[in-house]
């Protein structure tokens, strides 16, 4: 098997036993990246020099130290959201064009505490606003299934690179299900964490509830290794829990009578009758598996996209107040301060940036407070406490990822409101703070879909265990053809 087509468990254990070294590890995987990224384009920045002085510095290690690294020599991407100082860390911005930050992000320390190598920074929306990584101010990513596709966003970069076998883990950041629409578009798996399990110290916020941190790979086993590696509490995050959290259990999950909750709400109109039909399947595969399938409510699912949509926005247009042209990034030249300042976001951000800042704006502004964002905050409430009644009844819900399929470029990006309706299945979970997972469900007209497991707050453990058996269940889903050595 070549070095790029080895998952993260695969190359840690390779690296142990001194089969592989790390140094060949990072030299086939920038092989890999040679091959296919003029194709793709899943990254902003790459750094192979300080990649191979990593590798080198992991091979010099006794091999009773490598044992204690759990991802030793592992090749790792990182969302250009996510501070390194080793790259540059632009948000997909003009206005952040080259800058360097003064300080790793803290799952960036915690990657290379592991012994994992940082190889690049991958491409993404502006700011991580949006559903197709078409937002980029420098390129379009291209999803290796098929390249006149959208491999989904934000953290489309993240879930191509995996997919096209250039690394075997990413990390992303997920807003309103931006590591779990990209997954499915690009047939891999995308875990989003319960909101504070990973630090987002470090992570350029979009919006500051919403926002989590997580792994892309090409297994539910590789994600859990990466998670418990980046997990955990730290002082440098406010919002961070210091709830110590379990290791997923590696045994079997017991099929027979796991409660499995079908929400109603999620079928029906605005889905594809191919997504559906596989989405039945899957339900028809797990009751046989002995299963139990148990339709349930979430009353408020209805209003989940406006009201992430009015609560993401608002906490955007406070966040990135920060970027004026004053202290860091582009700065627009000539007039006075206040015409700096406006020239500056008015050059610096993109098209989509600016309208969820005027949204955000708007929604927080005396007279509309209290109509719109007070009470998209209530709503939110509502949402959360559906999961929390869900879960009473039931041990994980199954939904599917997405809608559709990876859509074509430009099909929806003059209509902004059916590009934000990619998430309609996903924002929720954001929403109400819980975990989900998305693993790949097989093709629909050769491209791939994903499905959605959802567990209870600080239910890790649990849910990545029920995904890891589905995993096992349902047959393993091909990998593009692309770049001919697969």
């Known amino acids: 098997m070549a070095i790029h087509q080895q998952g993260v468990k695969d190359l840690v254990l390779a690296i142990r036993k001194k089969e592989l070294s790390a140094q060949e590890a990072v030299n086939g995987i920038f092989h890999r990246i040679d091959e296919v990224e003029s194709q793709v384009q899943a990254f902003l920045h790459l750094n192979q020099e300080y990649a191979q002085q990593r590798a080198k510095m992991i091979d010099q290690l006794p091999t009773g130290e490598l044992e204690r690294l759990p991802l030793a020599g592992v090749p790792v991407a990182v969302k250009d959201n996510m501070t390194t100082t080793a790259m540059p860390t632009t948000a997909a911005s003009k206005i952040l064009e080259g800058f360097m930050a003064p300080y790793n992000a803290t799952v960036v320390d915690r990657l290379e505490a592991a012994g994992a190598i940082i190889v690049g920074k991958t491409n993404l929306d502006e700011f991580a606003m949006g559903s197709s990584t078409e937002h980029s101010a420098y390129h379009v990513t291209r999803n290796p299934w098929d390249l006149e596709r959208v491999p989904g966003g934000s953290s489309g970069g993240s879930a191509a690179a995996v997919a096209a076998q250039m690394v075997p883990v990413a990390l992303g950041s997920d807003t309103g299900g931006s590591i779990r629409q990209p997954a499915s578009y690009c047939g891999v798996t995308g875990f989003k964490p319960t909101y504070g399990r990973v630090s987002r110290y470090g992570l350029i916020a979009f919006a500051s509830s919403l926002d989590q941190i997580g792994p892309l790979t090409r297994s539910v086993e590789d994600a859990r290794l990466v998670y418990e590696v980046i997990a955990g509490h730290d002082p440098k995050d406010a919002t961070s829990l210091p709830h110590p959290g379990d290791p997923a259990d590696r045994d079997r999950v017991v099929w027979e009578g796991l409660r499995v909750g079908i929400p109603k709400e999620y079928e029906g109109e605005g889905i594809d009758p191919r997504i559906q039909e596989r989405y039945q399947t899957v339900l028809t595969t797990l009751e046989k598996a002995g299963a139990q399938l148990q339709e349930i409510s979430l009353p408020h699912t209805h209003y989940a996209i406006a009201t992430y949509y009015l609560v993401a926005p608002a906490e955007a247009s406070s966040n990135l107040s920060r970027f004026d042209g004053v202290r860091y990034g582009y700065r627009a030249s000539g007039g ?40 998209a905050q209530k709503v939110r409430t509502l949402i959360r406490q559906d999961f929390e009644r869900a879960f009473d009844q039931v041990d994980v819900i199954l939904t599917p990822t997405t809608p559709d399929t990876a859509f074509k470029f430009g099909e929806k990006s003059q209509d902004p409101l059916q590009m934000y309706l990619s998430d309609m299945f996903t924002v929720t979970a954001n929403l109400a703070g819980i975990p989900g997972i998305s693993t790949p469900a097989g093709l629909v007209e050769d491209l791939p879909m994903g499905i959605q497991w959802l567990g209870a707050a600080l239910q890790e453990k649990r849910l990545l265990e029920i995904a890891r058996g589905f995993e096992e269940l349902w047959p393993p889903v091909p990998w593009p053809s692309l770049g001919g050595d697969l």
Do not use: C, N, W
């Open 336 to 375: 006075d301060l206040l015409t700096m300042y406006e020239q500056t976001r008015a050059e610096g951000f993109g098209p989509e940036v600016l309208r969820r800042i005027l949204l955000g704006t708007h929604a927080l502004s005396a007279g509309y407070y209290d109509a719109y964002y007070l009470k």
